[in-house]
């Protein structure tokens, strides 16, 4: 009986979210792209704006551009004029943080590979929410970037990357996009040198370019309406500029077999295998989401934890997952093991997925791993940050509006069949690249 009432619950709260998922979507007259899903349950707002401002679009020599750029808009605020005449006073990041405080509001946001921003989380009351607006606007299109606050934060960038690199998961980490990704921006790696190199004009300059009106992309979820929505967008995006065509981004090669390894005086060594393999919006995501759940995302039920950890005790830990980008994002599996066993290790982890390309998952691998996909499905959506993420997510990969609602019955009809296709389209053992930090002999 309580088994019964407990499948009839998961059910409720899965229909009830996604019920609640009516993403709303319109385009702004100066190009602003808006997702918008209303709901009235607490009375909060979750605001996120992003732009192609990614680590992707760092310029040549001085990678970190983006992800500093992101993280002085919030170091100060110039002074500005509106259209309508109105005097905007200059704002320190002192004076910043305790605005957000007094409203009770949480800033977020950062540089990712793809895409960078700003988020607020704010009480939905008109006074506390339109403050939250107007500080996120003002941050967005007329950060000060203060040169002391700057060398400031390239210092604390530069400590970071020297630390890294003493880090074998880090090194690791490193390597395997730059033999993954070559020569591709996806492979742009912040540098004692490149972050030196960078200058406030860099940073003015990126900005301008980047965090314009015609390509931001707002998502929002809260106790608003549409027509409260949409004035909110307007006024995120009023002060912002309008951008020219960025440059095109040259396309992912994918590379040939090869192996990497790197000394460390760790007692563990560290194994990360792995290419480029999904896109976002790739057809083949729901037959790879499932298929990976078996081989190596499914924790103590996958075959590589049964193999590597259970059977063998060679790893504490193994994983594979897939990283889908606005181009091929990588398909990775990694461990850490002992020294003297990185190589048995490594040998079963790629018998394992060499093994997995030739004959698939079994019926009932396929079974459980849709059961539980399916089952957990509520969680990934059970509250309004994920959600904003979700949407953000959808909003800023043009993908459908009905992704989530749809996801559970997308997962519900992958077959044996489209696992196996799936996997051989995007993976292949003699692509596979592989970087061992530590080992036997070092």
Do not use: C
Request: proline share 5%; net charge neutral; charged share 20%.
């Amino acid at each position: 009986m309580f088994k019964h009432l407990l499948i009839m619950l998961v059910l409720l709260v899965s229909t009830t979210a996604q019920a609640a998922l009516n993403i709303q979507h319109w385009t702004l007259e100066n190009g602003t792209r808006v997702y918008f899903v209303e709901n009235h349950s607490i009375p909060m707002l979750d605001v996120s704006v992003e732009f192609d401002a990614g680590a992707r679009r760092d310029p040549k020599g001085k990678s970190g551009v983006a992800a500093l750029t992101n993280s002085m808009l919030g170091r100060g605020v110039r002074a500005a004029k509106l259209p309508s005449g109105v005097d905007e006073p200059a704002l320190t990041e002192a004076q910043i943080s305790d605005a957000f405080a007094d409203i009770a509001a949480q800033r977020g946001g950062g540089p990712g590979v793809d895409r960078s921003g700003l988020s607020v989380r704010t009480l939905s009351s008109s006074t506390e929410r339109q403050q939250a607006i107007l500080l996120i606007a003002r941050l967005l299109a007329h950060p000060s970037m203060p040169e002391d606050f700057l060398a400031r934060d390239k210092a604390r960038t530069i400590s970071s990357i020297k630390e890294a690199e003493t880090k074998p998961e880090s090194i690791a980490d490193k390597a395997f996009w730059r033999l993954a990704y070559g020569d591709h921006p996806y492979a742009n790696e912040s540098t004692v040198q490149s972050v030196t190199a960078i200058t406030r004009e860099d940073l003015l300059q990126f900005h301008a370019t980047h965090y314009v009106a015609n390509r931001a992309v707002v998502a929002m979820i809260g106790d608003i309406t549409r027509a409260q929505a949409d004035e909110i967008a307007r006024q995120l995006t009023a002060r912002l500029p309008q951008g020219g065509p960025l440059p095109s981004i040259t396309p992912v090669v994918t590379p040939q077999a090869v192996e990497q390894r790197i000394p460390h005086p760790a007692s563990q060594a560290h194994i990360v295998i792995g290419m480029p393999a999904l896109q976002r919006g790739d057809a083949d995501v729901f037959a790879l989401t499932v298929g990976n759940y078996i081989l190596g995302g499914g924790g103590f039920v996958s075959r590589l934890t049964k193999e590597v950890r259970v059977k063998r005790g060679l790893a504490y830990s193994v994983y594979s997952y897939f990283n889908s980008m606005e181009q091929p994002g990588p398909y990775q599996a990694g461990l850490q093991t002992r020294k003297d066993q990185a190589d048995e290790a490594l040998k079963v982890v790629r018998e394992q997925i060499t093994n997995y390309l030739q004959t698939g998952p079994t019926e009932a691998e396929l079974k459980a791993a849709k059961d539980n996909l399916i089952g957990g499905f509520a969680l990934r959506i059970d509250n309004n940050r994920k959600i904003l993420d979700n949407i953000a997510v959808i909003g800023y990969y043009q993908m459908p509006l009905d992704y989530l609602d749809t996801w559970t019955t997308q997962v519900a009809k992958v077959t044996l069949a489209d696992v196996r296709a799936a996997f051989n389209r995007k993976l292949a053992m003699d692509k596979i690249v592989t970087v061992v930090v530590g080992g036997a002999n070092n």
